[in-house]
Antibody
Framework: EVHLVESGGGLVQPGRSLRLSCVAS????????MHWVRQVPGKGLEWVSG????????GYADSVKGRFTISRDNARNSLYLHMNTLRPEDTALYYC???????????????WGQGTLVTVSS | DIQMTQSPSSLSASVGDRVAITCRAS??????LNWYRQKAGKAPELLLY???TLQSGVPSRFSGSGSGTVFTLTIYSLQPEDSAIYYC?????????FGQGTKLEIK
C-alpha cells in the first residue's frame, strides 16, 4: 500500500528557512515524478514544485521561484522542499503528491500525503 | 501559465440528483485534465484523469468529458458522501494549475 508521510512543518519567523520532508513507502520512488502542493486553510490548491524521476526536470510556481528548492533522494525514498526567505503568505498545509508518470506533465497525482502545516509569523 | 476556471463555485443538491461541474482552460490542453475530490479535513483524492478515465476504485456514478478547453465532471445519483470540494487540474504544462474549486453540498 502506498503511503506518503510529510514532516518538517512548524512555526517559523518571516525571512527564516525550513526544510520539509516526504517519506514514501509501498512503491519505488525512483519510478515516478513527485510534487509539492500547498493549501492555505480554507482556500484552494496551489501547485508549488515538481521534480522528475531522475531530477532531470524541475519546475516551480512563480510565487516560490528563487526561494524554494525541491530535491529527492531515491535511495532513501524521500522527497524534500527547502524553503528559504519565508513570507507570511507561504503559510499553508504542504502536501507531497506522487505523479503517475516519470516527468512533470501528462499524468496525474494518484497519491497524496496528509500534509504538514507551515506557519510563517513573527 | 494556463488558467483553470471552474463553475459554479458552489452548489447544493439532494441525494439522488445529478450535478455537473465545468472546468475551462485558458488555452487548449487536449485531454490532459484531472479531477480531484477533497473531503473536509482530508487530503485530495484522484477521481478521474485524462478528462474521462475513472481512477480505480471510484464509483461509476462519476463521469468526465471534454477536450480542448472545456471539461465537465458529472456526478449521477448523488450520495451523502459526495459532499466535498472538487478541483480540476491541468497536466499539459508547468505550472500544474488547479481550478479554484467547487464546493458541493448535499441537502
Amino acid at each position: 500500500e502506498v503511503h506518503l508521510v510529510e514532516s518538517g512543518g512548524g512555526l517559523v519567523q518571516p525571512g527564516r528557512s525550513l526544510r520539509l520532508s516526504c517519506v514514501a513507502s509501498g512503491f519505488s520512488l525512483d519510478d515516478y515524478a513527485m510534487h509539492w502542493v500547498r493549501q492555505v486553510p480554507g482556500k484552494g490548491l496551489e501547485w508549488v514544485s515538481g521534480i522528475s524521476w531522475n531530477s532531470g526536470s524541475i519546475g516551480y510556481a512563480d510565487s516560490v521561484k528563487g526561494r524554494f528548492t525541491i530535491s529527492r533522494d531515491n535511495a532513501r525514498n524521500s522527497l524534500y522542499l527547502h524553503m528559504n526567505t519565508l513570507r507570511p503568505e507561504d503559510t499553508a498545509l504542504y502536501y507531497c503528491a506522487k505523479d503517475r508518470g516519470t516527468g512533470l506533465v501528462l499524468y496525474y497525482f494518484d497519491y497524496w500525503g496528509q500534509g504538514t502545516l507551515v506557519t510563517v509569523s513573527s | 501559465d494556463i488558467q483553470m476556471t471552474q463553475s459554479p463555485s458552489s452548489l447544493s443538491a439532494s441525494v439522488g440528483d445529478r450535478v455537473a461541474i465545468t472546468c475551462r482552460a485558458s488555452q487548449s490542453i487536449s485531454v490532459y485534465l484531472n479531477w480531484y475530490r477533497q473531503k473536509a479535513g482530508k487530503a485530495p483524492e484522484l477521481l478521474l484523469y485524462a478528462a474521462s478515465t475513472l481512477q480505480s476504485g471510484v464509483p461509476s456514478r462519476f463521469s468526465g468529458s471534454g477536450s480542448g478547453t472545456v471539461f465537465t465532471l458529472t456526478i449521477y445519483s448523488l450520495q451523502p458522501e459526495d459532499s466535498a470540494i472538487y478541483y480540476c487540474q491541468q497536466s499539459y504544462s508547468i505550472p500544474r494549475t488547479f481550478g479554484q474549486g467547487t464546493k458541493l453540498e448535499i441537502k
